[in-house]
């Protein structure tokens, strides 16, 4: 029993159990915890495995960014975050066949790694030192995979216009179409009344403009 | 039990269960924002197993590098993600999945 | 004679038209008299240029042809349709402008085309590999037959667009869009001589047309659209199937996927998949043309559709059918089609010919009676190209033209009152000759071409389809009776088109709200002078048009008879074969085999590669 | 004249497409610009136009007549370009030019046509003079023209095909020329559409034509004439009759006993289908009377002069098709008979003035159809000649009387009816002198033009024989041969005698009209009340006759008058022509005067060689002259009798006898309602099922019903879409439960290979998710090696008829195991040496061209 064992045996229950946590809590709150706490535990593991980089990049994105921004938005909707009522009844007989379904993966997995007589582990063999070094990951990005990594920043950008976009919704103006039906909407189109409505000025109307202004 | 933390098997199930978990999660709950946080779930035990094999072949660290790439592209997919559910909220207010079924109609 | 007398005896007749175009239009304004008359000088130039001339048989037909041309004519119009996109959509002038420039250019380009004596074989071919994993090229070329439909279109498109630009007032940057992507479409599905390449073309002209039904349409137009859209669907994935199969078993045969329409003529199949694949290219242009008893989405789908709508869809996207049938019935299934033509001809005449005519007649809208009357029409076409001989297949063609032409130029009519009353049902009218005297002149016309009266354009594509029926040997012993029943149609064309005329223009005015019902304004005479023009230019100079496909059509049957020819050598064989490379000028463009690598060759080859010094 | 072909050689005779197209340019100009011209210069143009045109003809007429000399007949061409081309399966080509000829038949009928054309012109001048269509009218009257030298001239049969209908679209658009009136535009389609149907035939006859002889030109179709001696079975239409095997053994092979005629009468009897439509014979006839809805310049025009008479124009034309057959010859001059007799008959009881003119021209041109129909062209062609004048005259006439009965009763239908006009020799004299010329040819009397010509129709009808055209008069084709038909030898006499029935009622109906118009008192003062030309339509009209109508109220109105110059200078030469172009052609008793006869005789030479005189019919020729002129006699007695002297008593009491004869003969044998009944319903109610058919049969079996097929399966799928994200993931879930349960399950998959020739059998595993593998070759039911490894081939070698049970072990990743077991056995060799169908060892042998080919490219190298 080394120390490693016990920082695996350790993070891996931590892991597991914020993973339930998250799952099984009634308040989206402790649900956003059990998330932190599952991060955690997997940026641990992280270092186990000569991730010293993701494990950081790990605890900064998920539990600085993506836990808080669950977080916020739950601060922002107050008590309508939490489960409906009556949510908790309707989604009994789902979480017991869920909790039935896990178990009997847990039981068929733990089938398949005992019962195979000659079940072989595979250890890992011995890690370069450079391996998962900021240095060395850093070389990558840069380098080889600088192509996908501005992509990425791209696509964050994207993310978080996109996102503006969406959240930034006028709920007064929401437009009520004629018809329900998709091809209706797609055929008779509000098109032809935008049209109407902003024809572009005429140059009479331009020049009116302008002398109005001067 | 010495290899304890030491043998890929033991990640890869350990993956496996968080994956599961968060599946059932995403299945069983109606909560939009647990079932997000499912995602993020299964999103992490994906890269587990890509950073354990990555553990694997010491000679490149491609692995991570992906899974580094999934980090970001999560932390993307969460902002859109909660934004929709805002514009959600706004709409039926109301974060239940069960009211999300437009699509039927 | 001294070089300026020479010179204007040269101009005299374009200056004579321009003249007769500017003195001819009563009641116009100068600048429309000029338009006219310049109109009229183009039209003569046209025909000159068409004239067929002593030196029009060079030596080397390929020397001058632009190989881009087609490329050109199909690109157009589409790169034209994304340009349009970022027009504003509030300034509807220049969005018609833009637009009719677009179709003007393309029509003028087209022209080009003519500057081919179209002998045997592919012109203004070029090829471009695409997706040589599988076989697909961007492979373009024009014959005799095809370039007619090129230029039918080119034609008819600006005059459809001319005229739904005059009646329609919304959403105008969709209808250009629609337009000009329906007509690159159209021009590539004639143009495209690889499978996929043609099928790309062929689902995408479906797009803008059920959008230009279903936006623009009348009150029932959203079921027309779907209803266009599903039968040409269905027609459309079987014939995919048929297609995805030949080339299947080209790939297993000659070791290398094509899609190539030049490739697939070699595939000889074993019978029954034979008729499969026949039926499935069969039942899609069946519906497109449409043939009994897959007629009933024409008549709805031109009822709503806007007066464009309809005069494209009648000029030429009808054509299509027609066409595929010559192309990929009658050239990769001929033993199938040959053998299926008497029995498809006896639809044709009784399912298209009469029944058509007599349900034509029966109709109380003019625009549905109009469709009714263009499933007759096309059964005259279909009956020429299953009678299979030159002239009637030459006719055929012709007729195709004619169709357009007359058809075209009914809706565009049949438009006009529509604009006018907003109504077409005949009994609303009656006597209106009193009062739109021009239109009923104009309209009279264009029914006498319709009923193939001689001298118009209608005749001689009816008469050169009945003349080769009567000499076919491929409809056997029964082609004699079928070309006397196909010309008993002409009676009843007679019928329903003066009945119609009778009822709308004759008679005593009796509706007042026809009294004041305004003649044909400026813009509808140019829209339909140019077709009136052609009725008579076809009807009395046919020859322009037949010397220029006559070698095209003897190529297809050509290639119709060596299709039906090893489908006999196939006998009852179940095992598909590759028939002989034929060479020469219809094999142009042949894909060859890919360089293959030396390690993928058979051992037998590497064996005999290492002995070969 | 020399200097005329010297000008226009024979073979390119420019002057030909100047007389065609001089009426085109008229008709387009005024067609065009005819409102801005003024009525001046749209009358001046029209009528230049024609007028060159008939000079032209004139000159064309004599440099004919210069270049014809002895036998030969001369045919001028021109060429104007090559139309389009009929390309064959056989590679044969016909080339279809647009071309003009002119020989001794077509330019006396282009003279006809240009100059009683040009007549009927100047007189239209006039008679439409206030009317708003005036530029219309002209410009239709152009196009007439023009098309009916397209027609005449047309050097092939498509040419004159433009012709034939260019023609029956004016006479449609004349016919209906006052189409604000709903009876006339209907009448113009009637006569449209009747043409039509002839038409049909016409482009049959080209067809069939085409087929035949290869060519559609004149000098094309004689040429090839001699193929047209071809039997064709024209029953059963296929190979037999499949219903017909319900019948008795007997009955059956009557039913499909395969029945021939020859080419020839096909071709006959579609150009007689044609002609009937165009010419207005049984029982295309009902067109023609109906047509006098038009102008009466028109009437004369077309309906009289010129357009009828192309159907006997075209049969005189392909006089040398025509001979070929006998049969076709016989059914021409029975119907043509039977239609001289029939409209006369109608003819009886009309009292408008034009519809006794338009049945008598039916019936005048049942007697050309006669003429034609016994192998006398020139005859049947120069009664078009005397017929044309006398007619033209008679019509024009009517014009002039119906123009001034117009000008006092101002009632189109009551203007033309004979009960209110008597006596107008006073007011119109020269009408009157001129209708006396016309009627005195008509009736037949002596030493007029029409006494002549039906004189030579009525003998050659009884003395003519169409021969046949094969001697034996048996047709053998291909191991086919046919008995052709052959003339009965009552049928001259039977012809003779209807065609003396028919002179005699014509004689009797033409004096009654001339009676009726000019003798007697004016009854126009008053006008017959509550006149109706009867349209068949209603019975309790005029089902009573005509004793009822009550004298109505005295009009006001100017006194009858004498038309204008322009009006009655046409009527002047006409009549003069009726009156003396008997001359042309004289041939009764002892006058022998026949110019046209040995003009046109090289133009018939060919077919005049088919037909003979039967025995002694020369002698008896004096008796027919003698009958002829009993028929004047009697006929037109009988009418002064009764109409002049009696006053109309004797005919009145003969109606009042037999009032429901006298309305169905009145109501013109009701035809018309038979045909509306039968013929238009039948294709009507044809029609409506159609209809029906279309909108419940096709459309919805089609159409509605599979599309319901298809929303009831996507109604019944629906219940799987619930909307749900959840409940798709869950899906999803299950779906990759099942894939990943099918990666965890091994399973064994192996391909065999066999060779039983040699025994050697070899086996290749599948590779899966960490497979490894174990083998029991030698069937001893122990495992080769107890350890699993990657080994995934195995080969082994049988003796013959050898056994052998091979197993195979295969474990996962998961450490799961599966086994399977595969029999070998190795047969006893087939010493046939056949190869069984479908044995591997054909996969090679099919691949062998391939082989061969490489094998010759190394040679190559």
Known sequence: MTVGNVFFAVASVVALLGAFMTIASQSPVRSAVGLLITIVGIAALFLMLNAQFLAAIQLIVYAGAVVVLFVFVIMLLGPDAGDGEGTVARARVARYGAGAFFALLAAAAAHLVTRAPDAVFTPFGAVDPEHGSVEAIGRLLFGSDVVPFELATALLIVAVVGAIAVARGKPHVRRQSKSASPTARMFHGPLMARDAQRPLPTKAEKAAKAAGGA | MSSLGYVIEQYIMLSGALFTLGCIGFLVRRNVLVQLMSIE??????????????????????????????????????????????????????VQSDEADQLRH | MNPVASGLFQIAPYILAFVVGVLVPRRQGAPERVAIGIVAALALLLVRSLWPSETAAVADPNAHEWKYLLSVIVFLPILGAIFVLFLPRQSPVILKRVTFLILGLDGLVSLDLLSSPMTRGWHFQHIVEWVPAFGIRYHVAVDGVSMWLILLSTLTTPIAAYVSFGSLKTRIKDLCFAFLLLHGAMMGAFISLDLFLFFVFWELLLIPMIVMIGVWGGVEKVKAAYKFFIYTMVGSMLMLAAILFMVWNYSKLAGYPSFDYLALQRVVLPRTAAWLCFGGFFLAFAIKVPMFPFHTWLPDAHVQAPTGGSIILAAVLLKLGAYGYIRFCMGLLGGVAWTAAATLAGVAIGGGIVYGALVAWKQDDVKRLVAYSSVAHMGFVMLGLFAGTQAAMEGAVLQMLNHGVSTGALFLLVGVIYDRRHTRLVREFGGIAKVMPIYAAL???????SIGVPGTNGFVGEFMIVMGTFVSQTLGGQARLQAGLASAGVILAAVYMLSVVQRVFFGPLSNPKNKHLRDLNVRETIAVAPLIALIFVIGLFPNLFLSRMGDGVSAVLERYQDSRKSYQEQGDSDTARLSERRGGALELGYPEAPQKKTDTQPAQAQALNAEAP | MQAILALFPARDYTLLSLIVLLPLLGAAVNGVFGKRLGKEAVSLLALSVIFISFVLSVLTFFALGHAQQGETAARFYWKGWEWFHLTQQNGNSTTLNVAFSVDALSGTMALIVTGVGFLIHLYSVSYMAEDPGFHRFLTYLNLFIFSMLVLILGDSLPVLFVGWEGVGLCSYLLIGFWFETESNAAAGKKAFVTNRIGDFGLLVAMGLLLYYTGALDWSGIEGGAKNLLTPVQVWPLGTHVPAASLLPAGAEHWVNMPRYVSAATLVGLALFLGCAGKSAQLPLYVWLPDAMAGPTPVSALIHAATMVTAGVYLLCRLSFVMVLSPAAMAVVAFTGALTALFAASIAFAQHDIKKVLAYSTVSQLGYMFLGVGVGAFTAGFFHVITHAF??????????????????????????????????????????????????????GFPLSSGFFSKDEILFKAYSSFVNSPVPGNTLTDGGISMELFTWPTWLGSALYAMGLLTAVMTAFYMTRLFIGIFFGEFKGWKIVKGFKEAQGHDEADHGHGHAHHDPGVRLEGPTPHESPWQMVLPLAILGALAAFSGFFNANAGPIHITPLDSWLEPVFAKASGAVSLVAESESKEPLFLGLAFAAFAVGSGVAYWVYAIQKGKPAQSLVNAAPGFHSLVFDKWRVDEFYDEYVIGAVDSLAEFFTWADKWIVDFILTRVSSFLIAASGTALRFMQTGRVQTYAAVMVLGLGGVGYFFVTPRVEAETKSNDASGAYSLSAAQGLGYSYRWDLNNDGKWDTEKFSSQTRASLKLAVKENRTVRLEVKNAFGRTATRSFDFARPQPDLSGALSRGSPDQVPLRRMPNLRQLVKQGAAK
């Open chain 2, 41 to 94: 779930l299964m999103l992490n035990s994906v890269n587990l197993t890509l950073v354990a094999y990555n553990r694997m072949h010491t000679g490149d660290l491609n692995g991570q590098v992906f899974a580094f790439f999934i980090i970001a592209v999560a932390a993307a997919e969460v902002a859109v993600g909660l934004a929709i559910v805002l514009a959600f909220y706004r709409l039926k207010s109301s």
């Open chain 3, 443 to 449: 309209f009279v016309i264009v029914t006498m071409s």
């Open chain 4, 390 to 443: 006398f007619k033209a005259c008679m019509f024009l006439g009517a014009g002039s009387v119906i123009h001034a009965m117009h000008a006092r009763i101002h009632d189109t239908d009551a203007s033309q009816d004979m009960r209110n006009m008597g006596g107008l020799r006073k007011y119109m004299p020269i009408t009157f002198w001129t209708f006396a010329a016309s009627w005195a040819a008509i009736v």
